[in-house]
């Protein structure tokens, strides 16, 4: 490389052949609708005064069943089983004294609560111990012998292996400066060494998956605006280059896999509630900033990080110099450096809410105002930009509460009274979304099983998710049943969705993907016979090139949707309803013929036939009623596909025994 | 809008009838489309990873573009692409790491003319690169950009601009001498 002038030749010519594809706008057309609906621009709302504690960061994590110790007694049944979609499980109460101001983390098969106090009239006892609800086993261990002073407001993290805890208050109002580390599965603790940083309160945290990262929170002396990441693995602390932020307190702080992001919190007056933010990359020890966000403030938000945006709902802020409570939704967008006001929750102001992120949908519930404590609570799919309210839970108004997401449900405890002093809860319940609109798969479980496309279709709004590596497709509607799931083959890395939607006039699919280094990925759509039920089982062909979708619409006839790809060209199968000969089972005596047999995919095959086309044999089988299912009467369905490359199915007579 | 590109629009059906109700955003997208997928491409290496990016890109600018945030149409959707290249980089670099394990005999017999030699040479010395090197890189040079613009795009300072473009070069020049060394034994 000699001079700037052979680069800028090189670069030139090595794209120069370089075209968007015939399926980029269709593509993109698609996905800005998408994007467009899931912003509808509200009205803010909300007038009543502000009030400011951080809650427990949660962090997600996997980790091992660790070895058994003493339980709280024999376990009481707290949670199992599952409540069931939609549905919230019956109250229970932990084996520990009723909290606020504590944190709660979910660490892969348990949800640790520690800390926290209980300030009355009687005094301000705040605690150094907590308890752990191991979901597999229904039941509390104490966690206690931590090597730290009692505290409240401080925060915690997992770390995958560690529950590093740091910071907060003791129970005269002193800032703490140091912290420690719970292991769950040997009960025991650590230190954790001295931290750079001044004792504090209301600090942002985030686990960045090497690092907790610790920014702002008030001090001795009020609102501070320095952090420092500790490193488990080295254990050690690192000061956070200066960040183009003000002193705050109570910002929100998510990671996004690449920064960590901090918006809003409550500044020192006169600053009051400042919606500014800033944008910390750990790889390259950089800040960039953030722009303003809208609103009067976001201090206590509910927040998550959603995948691809962050989205802050609620908090609160000041109008005029009036604090003023929100239930305002908005998202930052990284990829266009922007905020956008999203639909607000059917919800009043709320504050100090507790919050999920499941994977698929953000839940909310409770928070409130100063002076009143939500009861009700909220759903969102950011894909569809919609909100579905929770059904009642059977808890208490209550603020300082906490909520960790255990896999497949929110688990809600502590908090207390908004007016009552005194009134601390030990209390909580779990709720479980409803799969519907919140999609069903594990799309977290390892790095290489990602979400990679989140579809929505038609006005109706049903959503899909899709998964790397072959592993699963879940395709659902708030509104609506899921009507159809399908596995992807484990050929090889895939962009892949199919999405059954509810069409005009009946049922459709569209069929999105392909190899990705083949193609761009492109939608088909297939309007399927109304009144047609749309099977559950679609099947991919073992070579992962094409899928068929099967369905017994009468007693003596078949439908089948086809679909494929072959060599990076898409290919459509038509509709076809096929003659089926199905011997009805005898009548026993006395007894009236029972409905017909119920028919399904067993197997595929193909054969790529010399020339060009391909053989394509599918195995069905029919279930005669009263009989277990696949113990019935195999039947077989050749397809040829023509070396013009278009799939031909002939009208063959589904018979017993046919090929 | 172009005949062709509406009839492809229209093709679309439904959705894509409705999105053709924005003619103008896709002026937009054609007028810039081809730019940002080449611009993309030399920022991953990848064009078809490149398209994606790119469609996610113009998604995520159409929202804004359609409450008048956007006054630079070509500027905010080179932003956006570079963001969106930066945010897909942690899938982007499993995929190399998937990628890296297939080279070597496993490719098979390849083929050989001068323009793929030459693309994988563009894309060899482009990989030495950190990406926020490539990044300015690829906006200084390919895009000839003024520094303020390419520090516009990223995000960032001129000064850090120029600091990025002067290391990313010197890189350039070792990555590109070690080939010749390379050619002469």
């Given at each position: 490389m000699n001079d700037a002038d052979e680069l800028t030749a090189l670069l030139r010519r090595r794209v120069a052949d370089v075209e968007p594809g015939e399926e980029l706008w269709p593509v993109?057309?698609?996905?800005a609708r998408r994007a467009l609906r899931r912003r509808r621009v509200r009205q803010l709302g909300g007038v009543v005064a502000a009030m400011l504690v951080v809650v427990g960061i949660s962090v997600t994590g996997v980790e091992r069943l660790g070895g058994a110790r003493t339980a709280f007694g024999p376990a009481s049944p707290v949670l199992l089983p599952a409540a069931g979609p939609n549905r919230w499980s019956p109250a229970f109460a932990a084996p520990i004294g009723g909290r606020t101001g504590h944190t709660a983390t979910w660490t892969g098969d348990r949800m640790v609560v520690w800390g926290g106090?209980?300030?009355?009239?009687?005094?301000?006892?705040?605690?150094?111990?907590?308890?752990?609800?191991?979901?597999?086993?229904?039941?509390?261990?104490?966690?206690g012998g931590a090597p730290v002073a009692p505290r409240h407001g401080h925060t915690a993290v997992w770390t995958g292996t560690e529950l590093v805890v740091w910071g907060g208050l003791t129970p005269d109002g002193t800032p703490l400066a140091d912290g420690a580390a719970y292991d769950p599965g040997a009960g025991s603790w650590r230190r954790l060494p001295p931290a750079p940083l001044e004792g504090r309160s209301g600090h942002g945290v985030v686990w960045t998956g090497a690092g907790m990262v610790v920014w702002g929170g008030t001090g001795e002396d009020g609102a501070v605006a320095d952090g420092a990441v500790y490193d488990p693995a080295g254990d050690t602390w690192r000061e956070l280059p200066s960040a183009p932020l003000g002193p705050r307190s109570a910002p929100v702080a998510v990671w996004t896999g690449a920064e960590v992001l901090l918006v809003g919190g409550v500044a020192d007056d006169p600053a009051g509630f400042p919606v500014d933010g800033a944008a910390y990359d750990p790889a390259a020890a950089r800040w960039r900033p953030l722009p303003a966000a809208p609103g009067p403030g976001m201090a206590g938000a509910a927040a998550a990080w959603t995948g691809d945006r962050l989205l802050v709902v609620g908090g609160d802020g000041a109008v005029g110099g009036a604090p003023t409570t929100t239930n305002q939704a908005l998202e930052y967008d990284p990829v266009t450096d922007a905020w956008d006001e999203?639909?607000?929750?059917?919800?009043?102001p709320l504050s100090r809410a507790p919050h999920v992120w499941t994977g698929t949908s953000f839940v909310v519930w409770g928070g409130g105002t100063p002076d009143h404590a939500r009861t009700d609570g909220a759903a969102f799919d950011p894909v569809v930009g919609?909100?579905?309210?929770?059904?009642?839970?059977p808890l208490d108004g209550r603020g300082g509460a906490t909520a960790v997401w255990a896999g497949d449900r929110m688990v809600v405890w502590g908090g207390s009274e908004v007016q009552v002093s005194g009134g601390q809860r030990a209390d909580g319940a779990a709720f479980t979304p409803s799969p519907v609109g919140g999609g069903t798969a594990d799309l977290t479980a390892g790095e290489q099983l990602r979400t990679l496309v989140a579809e929505v279709d038609r006005d109706d709004a049903t959503a899909v998710v899709a998964a790397e590596g072959g592993e699963q497709v879940v395709a659902g509607g708030p509104d609506r049943p899921v009507v159809g799931v399908a596995a992807l083959p484990a050929v090889g890395p895939w962009l892949g969705a199919i999405v059954v939607v509810d069409a005009p006039g009946g049922y459709g699919f569209d069929v999105v993907g392909g190899p990705r280094r083949d193609r761009m990925p492109r939608a088909v759509d297939v309007a399927l016979p109304a009144g047609l039920l749309v099977p559950p089982a679609p099947r991919f062909s073992p070579d992962g090139r094409t899928l068929a979708w099967l369905e017994q619409s009468t007693e003596r006839e078949v439908v089948l949707v086809h679909?494929?790809?072959?060599?990076?060209?898409?290919?459509?199968?038509?509709?076809?309803?096929?003659?089926?000969e199905v011997p009805r089972e005898p009548a026993a005596p006395g007894t009236r013929p029972g409905p017909g047999p119920f028919l399904h995919l067993a197997s595929w095959s193909q054969t790529d036939l010399a020339g060009g086309g391909a053989a394509i044999r599918l195995q069905l089988l029919a279930d005669p009623p009263g009989r277990p299912a696949g113990a019935g009467t195999p039947y077989g369905l050749l397809m040829e596909r023509t070396p013009q490359g278009t799939l031909a199915v002939p009208d063959p007579q589904l018979v017993p025994g046919d090929r | 809008m172009d005949a062709a590109l509406r009839g492809v629009v229209e093709a679309t059906g439904p959705r894509g009838r409705a999105a053709a109700r924005d003619a103008d955003f896709a002026d937009v997208f054609a007028t810039h489309a081809r730019d940002a997928v080449r611009l993309a491409t030399l920022l991953?290496?990848?064009?078809?990873?490149?398209?994606?990016l790119v469609s996610e890109a113009f998604a995520r600018v159409y929202v804004r573009w359609r409450r008048g945030g956007v006054m630079d149409p070509g500027a905010y959707l080179r932003r956006a692409v570079v963001n969106q290249v930066r945010y897909s980089a942690r899938r982007r670099f499993l995929e190399r790491r998937e990628a890296s394990r297939r080279h070597g005999d496993q490719r098979g017999p390849r083929a050989h003319d001068d323009d793929i030699a030459e693309r994988d040479e563009v894309d060899r010395l482009l990989a030495v690169l950190s990406e926020r090197q490539r990044t300015a890189i690829v906006l200084r040079y390919w895009e000839d950009l003024p520094e303020a613009a390419v520090a516009a795009a990223m995000g960032c300072p001129v000064g850090t601009v120029k600091s990025l473009v002067s290391r990313g070069m010197a890189r350039l020049r070792v990555a590109g001498a070690g080939d010749v060394r390379e050619g002469a034994r």
């Open positions: 993109t057309a698609r996905r106090w209980a300030p009355s009239d009687r005094g301000t006892p705040a605690f150094a111990d907590g308890a752990a609800l191991v979901l597999a086993q229904d039941g509390w261990l104490p966690v999203v639909v607000p929750p059917p919800l009043g919609r909100w579905r309210p929770l059904p009642p839970a679909a494929g790809w072959h060599a990076g060209s898409e290919q459509l199968g038509p509709i076809r309803r096929v003659p089926l | 991953t290496g990848d064009p078809h990873r490149a398209e994606d």
